[in-house]
């Protein structure tokens, strides 16, 4: 039994796909991917990622891995083959790594990056439709980054969890936060070693009040340590968030 690591990139909003975790009755990443691999290797194969990315989230660096009786030997060959059909549905496999046996996608992970991306100008986006959360009002940088230092550490961070999120704890720990801004786009970037779901996209959510000044700095803070959800301000666009890599 061999098992291989495969990186992928993926337009989370293209294509009729609804996230990366399979679905019955719907196209995801994870479906297609495996499905594809299935066919060239000639057997049944099982792709396990390293977390699931709602639909419209994209990723420049999603890893998974399967298993195969058979040892690819062309790895330039399967790649090429993979993309030929994958191409089409704005799903590519960036590169494919022999690992051993005990190398697990998800559990082997120790930092996962995101990156949440907001235009911030009058006009409405043509180039990047779809791939950011463009907002208007001018967002005050400074204040967002007063705020965002208060996320960073270990903390409970059960205001920003999806009702739908099963995590066993809401507590985690938040490596880094980084926000800059490029010309017209504002970039929030996220460390952890995981995150709840939707967890990033609510704290962008907040982050964004403070910047639009709709909340101060101590209604921020309140509303975090709060633990209610339903005081948590609306999640970001799942279109404005990439995720970049998955460290091991």
């Not at 709602?54 to 298993?67: M, N």
């Not at 507590?171 to 490029?182: A, D, P």
């Amino acid at each position: 039994m061999y098992r291989y690591q495969i990186i992928i990139e993926y337009d989370g909003f293209g294509s009729n796909l609804y996230g990366f975790q399979i679905q019955k009755k719907a196209n995801t990443v994870q479906k297609l991917t495996q499905s594809t691999i299935s066919k060239i290797l000639k057997e049944k194969i099982k792709i396990i990622g390293s977390g699931r990315t709602d639909k419209g989230v994209h990723s420049w660096g999603q890893s998974a891995h399967f298993d195969t009786k058979k040892k690819i030997i062309n790895v330039k060959k399967f790649i090429y083959s993979l993309n030929f059909f994958l191409n089409k549905k704005l799903i590519s496999i960036l590169e494919i790594k022999k690992r051993n046996l005990t190398f697990h996608a998800r559990y082997s992970a120790k930092e996962r990056i995101y990156e949440y991306i907001v235009l911030n100008r009058l006009a409405s986006p043509s180039i990047d439709r779809n791939k950011v959360w463009h907002i208007r009002k001018k967002l005050d940088l400074k204040l967002m980054k007063k705020a965002a230092k208060m996320l960073l550490g270990k903390k409970d961070f059960k205001t920003f969890q999806a009702s739908n999120c099963y995590s066993p704890t809401s507590v985690k720990t938040l490596k880094k936060i980084n926000i800059k801004q490029r010309n017209e786009k504002i970039e929030f970037l996220f460390k952890s070693k995981s995150f709840l779901r939707n967890q990033v996209r609510s704290m962008v959510g907040c982050l964004v009040y403070v910047g639009q000044k709709k909340w101060n700095l101590k209604k921020f803070e309140n509303v975090f340590k709060s633990k209610k959800r339903k005081l948590c301000a609306p999640p970001a666009p799942a279109h404005g968030l990439y995720l970049l890599k998955v460290n091991y």
